[in-house]
T-cell receptor
Framework: NAGVTQTPKFQVLKTGQSMTLQCAQDMNHNSMYWYRQDPGMGLRLIYYSASEGTTDKGEVPNGYNVSRLNKREFSLRLESAAPSQTSVYFC???????????????FGEGSRLTVL | AQKITQTQPGMFVQEKEAVTLDCTYDTSDQSYGLFWYKQPSSGEMIFLIYQGSYDEQNATEGRYSLNFQKARKSANLVISASQLGDSAMYFCAMRERGSARQLTFGSGTQLTVLP
């Protein structure tokens, strides 16, 4: 009963290093999302993928790239990490037509990233 | 402009009492959805309740209910008979029909239930 799985759960990077956050869902959902959570700011969308092979920018895409590898997997890459990217990152997925207002998101457990 | 506003950064409630967490939203769409999520200290995001803009009845899920006032653009979460396990961060979120992309989240309310 895994749902949405993110790895790693914790990571410390130095400024300028690169890394990839992995996300996989086993619910056969079409849409997947990456959010970041910062204190006092709630969750903000970084990138979104409506379906396999498509990706789109969210509210805060700068400094990130994504890949929708297949229907199950959606990765987030930081090419050159900056201290401003210190955050908790959440992957999420949703079923059905994303334009349906009642479609809810299922979240992974989060990945805590610290950039020194 | 903020699309989702949660004006209470922190709230305290006595165990077994009811508490209301405020949420106001801003949209020009007629069709939209409102969600509440709970985030305990362990960090996961737990879906609590959903309200559609065309739903005539306020949504309820167990001890959770949503006080939906469309004209005021408010969607307050009411938790009845608070339990210690209700201590958590609570987020209000909205999906607009015109947005194919995302839930937009408020900044959250940290609820602490006192024994």
């Amino acid at each position: 009963n895994a749902g949405v799985t993110q790895t790693p759960k914790f990571q410390v990077l130095k400024t300028g290093q690169s890394m990839t956050l992995q996300c996989a869902q086993d619910m056969n959902h079409n849409s997947m999302y990456w959010y970041r959570q910062d204190p006092g700011m709630g969750l903000r969308l970084i990138y979104y993928s409506a379906s396999e092979g498509t990706t789109d920018k969210g509210e805060v895409p700068n400094g990130y790239n994504v890949s929708r590898l297949n229907k199950r997997e959606f990765s987030l890459r930081l090419e050159s990490a900056a201290p401003s990217q210190t955050s908790v990152y959440f992957c999420a997925s949703s079923e059905g037509e994303t334009r349906d207002s009642r479609t809810r998101l299922f979240f992974g457990e989060g990945s805590r990233l610290t950039v020194l | 402009a903020q699309k989702i506003t949660q004006t209470q950064p922190g709230m305290f409630v006595q165990e077994k009492e009811a508490v209301t967490l405020d949420c106001t939203y801003d949209t020009s769409d007629q069709s939209y959805g409102l969600f509440w999520y709970k985030q305990p200290s362990s960090g996961e995001m737990i879906f609590l309740i959903y309200q559609g803009s065309y739903d005539e009845q306020n949504a309820t899920e167990g001890r959770y209910s949503l006080n939906f006032q469309k004209a005021r653009k408010s969607a307050n979460l009411v938790i009845s008979a608070s339990q210690l396990g209700d201590s958590a961060m609570y987020f209000c979120a909205m999906r607009e029909r015109g947005s194919a992309r995302q839930l937009t989240f408020g900044s959250g309310t940290q609820l602490t239930v006192l024994p």
